[in-house]
Every structure is written in C-alpha cells, then in structure tokens.
C-alpha cells in the first residue's frame, strides 16, 4: 500500500523563503519513496511524501517549525492510494 503524508504550513508575514529553506533542510528518519515540497499564495509551503507501509504504520514526520517562523500550527492529513478504474 502506498501512504501519502502531507504537510502545510503558513509563513509569517515576509518570512517565506525562510519557511522554504527551512522545510528543505529538514531530514526525515527514513528514506520515502517520493517527496516533493510546494509553494503557494499567501508564503504556504506544502511537503508531501510517500511510504510503502500500511495505513496506520508510524511514519516519520516533518517536524513544527519554531513559532517565528509560521502564522499557525502545521496542518497534517494522511491518504491511502486507490486504484484506478
């Protein structure tokens, strides 16, 4: 099965980048099989990574960046892939 982890913060105001950079420098304590990081309106960066694992399997995640650099807490979801028909 494949599991999709996403990750979305909102910078604080003017510190974009500085989320950007951040987020990129951050290590996971595994190896996905895909991860990709976006950008959005507004200064929001979005990771997403992908695991071969169950659903419920402990994943690692990226982690909260320090209050001086986002507006709210990160917001995290997690999806299972589904077939095609």
Known sequence: MTVALMWEAR???GRGADLLAWVREQPLAGEPLRR???RAPQDRVLVITWW????DAQ???LPEP????????VHRWRFEAVADH
């Open 11 to 13: 910078a604080a105001g």
């Open 59 to 61: 994943l690692p995640e």
């Open 52 to 55: 071969d694992a169950p659903y």
């Open 36 to 38: 990709e990081t976006f």
């Open 66 to 73: 320090g209050p001086e650099l986002v507006t709210r807490a």
